[in-house]
């Protein structure tokens, strides 16, 4: 390596290293985000439903009985009103207005999934009380396989969120704030070559990218079980492809800002949008069929596409082409611009 | 005598605003030459057009025989630049970042020698912003001096130093021209130009008004000394009288008080007195001072170089 570009190159480590807060928010941060997303949703043993029961006295007792059998379900009898405010504040799930012994009333709200998952069950403890039977034989059988738990979701999700953080803010942060101390400028004055001082932060980001993918799954691999079933060389090259986008993408933003301030704006302009919809935290399906198109064309959406096909299927390169071609045509694209339109000084 | 820099012609506008209008210079081989004017007379345009990081209108520039649209690469190479305000990265030490410019010239001197050269041997550790404002000016020009340069350009190398640092700065630059090189700086301080400079252009509104070795340009006041008094109550004396005292060349105002030029001022202040004893007017304050380039300036343009 030529000593200009060494010494470039060190420079960029050398102000990423002594800057604490970067190597926070780059390294440590997607691991914390990580801890605490796998102890929020991680698989429990079913929940207790809490509810309240009210009315005639006689019935009442005979409901609470009924509904104390099943193991699903936690009843009290309460006041009319304490009840009530119960609900309203979410502490319990359904009231239980018994007005006669064979006739009953349930107060929920119709649009919460739990208090839905509360009249199911409340509804068959108070038949099964009531007498009734099943008439056809139930077993069941519980799959908690690592692959389909929400932690296995969301770590490729982090890993391309991570990506994209840092490739943006990565090479658009420092080229922005060395040009508002007119170091580029400087810079120009020398006769350094501008290829090298653009390749210094490609090299370092890669560096850094390796660090990325290790710390991150690594520790969600021993801490979670998070399974990594494709291979580790083509989730590099996936992640290595989609740093460049992203680094691209940043070099875009500060082709032409004088202040961090300005172009810290068009950083989140461009990030917010992919956070939301490209299926960090939950599935990019969820939008209306009518934006897909865009959606799928994200720079995000195809890097946690592919992220997700590497390590929860185990799909090869030539399963996720498309995804790959995206991603490179956002590189391709967002360079070329970013060269016409970079400002030196 | 061999021609460093060649400026023809110059022109260059920023909008309506002319920063540049007919410019020609000639700075040559082994000297030190100052661009010498106020705040926005165009001297930062000018050193910039001529350090190849501006493209002027029009005119031509040749450094050391060289254009920039034809020999950039070897340009660079053989000439050290400070600009104003550039904030080097406070993160990196002063000799990573001596060794981060020296990497960039294809030969020069040392990071040890450059350090040493600009007299920080003991920050050589030291972050950069860790520095005091002139220890970051001397790492400044000593990025300027690490490819061995033979021109080197420095626009306001001291402003905003306090006194101590400009003298090692002054100090630093002397030794550096004393090898033979060239060095065009600007300036807006007089005193500077006068200490370093062998010739100096006074530059107004992007114009050369005038161009000497600072001694010739005070000469050409036809006065070695300014006489500066104020006089108490409302009643000046008469300017023509003023004029008629013995070695007096010029009478104007300021701010209050009034100045004299003066051939010799061991005849014009007794002179001056007795006129003020006659009018009755009682003095309140007397200065004299020998003329500087600053009264150069004040002569040719009616202000000063501080507040043009």
Redesign the interface.
Known sequence: MR??L???V??RF??FG??PEAVFWSLAFPILLTVGLGIAFRNRPAEVVHVAVIGDSAAVAHAITALNASKAVAAEHLPDADARLALRTGRIALVVNARGANRMEYEYDETRDDARTARLLVDDAIQRGGGRSDPVAVSQRFIREPGSRYIDFVVPGLLGMGLMGNGIWGIGFPVVDARR???L????????SRAEYLASFVISRFALLIIEIFLLVGFSALAFGVPLRGSFIELTLVCALGALAFGALGLLIAARPRTVEGASGLMNLAMMPMWILSGVFFSSENFPRAIQPFIQALPLTAVNDALRANMLRGAGLGVVGPELAIIAAWFVGCFLIALRLFRW? | MTTALEIRDLCKSYGDVRAVSHLDLVVNTGECFGLLGPNGAGKTTTIEIC???LAPDSGAVEVLGMRWDREE?EL??A?G?Q?Q?????D??TVS?TV???R????RGLTVDEVIALVQLEEKARSRVGTLSGGQKQRLAVA?ALV?DPKVLFLDEPTTGLDPQSRRQLWELIERFRSHGRTVVLTTHYMDEAEHLCDRVAIVDQGRVIALDTPRALIASLGAEHVVGFTVEGDRSPDDDALRALAGVTAVRHENGATELTSTELRLTVPALLGHLEQQRLRLSELTTHSATLEDVFVSLTGRHLRDA
């Open positions: 000593d200009s060494r010494q470039l060190l420079t050398r102000e002594r800057e101390k007119g170091l400028k400087r810079f120009m004055a020398t006769p350094m000084r | 350090e190849g990081l690469r660079r190479n000439l630049i600009l305000e550039t904030q080097l990265s993160k990196l990573e060794r981060l410019f990497s960039f010239y294809a990025c490819g």
